[in-house]
DNA sequence: TTAACTGCAAAGAATTTGCATCGTG
DNA sequence: CACGATGCAAATTCTTTGCAGTTAA
């Protein structure tokens, strides 16, 4: 817990585990790292690209979905799918740092991530009991955000 | 209650629904709502049109595509998205009667519905807290089912 | 008879793959 | 130097749309 910002932590520890993994470092896969490390909720390829493009990394968006693969693979990203038949991917980061779920407004398509306790108990209990080994879950409410009301 | 089972009831729900909405009852549509009707769970649009091939309805993929987007529409049926890239659709039967989530295996891909009061109970008490006006949700559980782990 | 419904084929959009080239270890 | 990484373009896959013929009300 000290001055290093969860941000670069998670990017620190993505870079590592691909090192890893015996991936090279090249400069696609290392601005996806970056542009996953700086949000705070799913975003999709072509978001990530737009973004790394506005941020003056000229990136293949082919790159970007390869990228996508390799690090949901080793499982340091989450693919969440809002319905809307595109993917979006977050860091998954360690513990339940940052761990939340999504408001799909079906309005304005605006998704916002949300966090409750009552929820994540009650998933880990049912998860104890059922025949299946889980090892994630996602939580998706969709209506109406405050604004589209 | 009753004889009739709730898979014509839900049909029958479904083409008064359609009617009341000023649509008129094609062969393909007809077919569509049939096949959904006696789902017990999530199906894509590709499945649904192999499923009518089997059983001798010839159907082009762009009625089931056209049949469910108007099913949609009119809240009688909901879209799931398991994270394969494909959407599915299942009948959105009248109050809790067969509400159900999904388990979906991340090895061989199977997806499973599974029901739990508990977590029902969790987000019904999350809605009431938010500010967003919550009218569906799903709960996915990612990974290993029985037969994989 | 009229407007909706249907199927096929073409169009679109998201994602993946082939390949020649570039860059890291 | 060798092999992984990258970008572009072609290829796939899923879904939507344009049209002309068909059919329910």
């Given at each position: ?30 601005a996806?790292?970056e542009q ?14 737009e973004g790394l493009r506005a941020a003056g990394q000229r990136v ?90």
């Amino acid at each position: 817990m000290g001055g290093v910002s969860e941000r670069d932590d998670w990017a620190q520890q993505a870079l590592a585990a691909l090192q890893r993994a015996g991936r090279r470092r090249g400069s696609a896969r290392g601005a996806v790292v970056e542009q996953l490390a700086s949000l705070r909720c799913a975003l999709g390829a072509r978001e990530i690209d737009e973004g790394l493009r506005a941020a003056g990394q000229r990136v293949g968006l082919a790159s970007v979905y390869r990228a996508l693969a390799e690090l949901e693979g080793l499982g340091l990203v989450r693919r969440v799918d809002v319905g809307d038949g595109t993917a979006r991917y977050e860091p998954r980061r360690a513990e339940d740092e940052h761990h939340h779920h999504h408001l799909v407004c079906d309005h304005c398509g605006r998704v916002t991530p949300f966090t409750d306790a009552g929820l994540e108990s009650a998933i880990a209990r049912l998860s104890d009991r059922i025949d299946f080994s889980v090892d994630e879950h996602e939580v998706l409410l969709h209506g109406a955000c405050a604004s589209c009301a």
